[in-house]
């Protein structure tokens, strides 16, 4: 059974920094992309950063330049590196993973970590 446990999240004040991680479990299959998604109250779900297997990354215009993604291939982990946050960053993170097995493509999300970016 596939499982993505995210950690990191929290209570942080405006210009503060917090790294989240994602570490996966049971994933019996080829991983192509990890990345993280965020959705704040009220809000749709959106993209922050994908980190493909080969690195290749992509980052959102609202977080660039402060977020940095990260992947770890030998534990099958992402991490996000934020920086300079803002109160709008103020979201649930949830970590997403896309892989294939048997020519079958597959998406698996985490439960989310919950960020509150707040004096």
């Known amino acids: 059974q596939v499982q993505l446990v995210e950690s990191g999240g929290g209570l942080v004040q405006p210009g503060g920094s917090l790294r989240l991680s994602c570490a996966t479990s049971?994933?019996?299959?080829?991983?192509?992309?990890m990345g993280w998604y965020r959705q704040a109250a009220g809000k749709e779900r959106e993209l922050v950063a994908t980190v493909t297997k080969s690195g290749s990354t992509a980052v959102a215009g609202s977080v660039k330049g402060r977020f940095t993604i990260s992947r770890d291939n030998a534990e099958n982990t992402v991490y996000l590196q934020m920086n300079s946050l803002k109160p709008e960053d103020t979201a649930v993170y949830y970590c997403n993973v896309k892989g294939v097995r048997l020519l079958s493509m597959l998406e698996f999300w985490g439960q989310g970590t919950l960020v509150t970016v707040s004096s």
């Open positions: 049971g994933t019996d299959f080829t991983i192509n992309s």
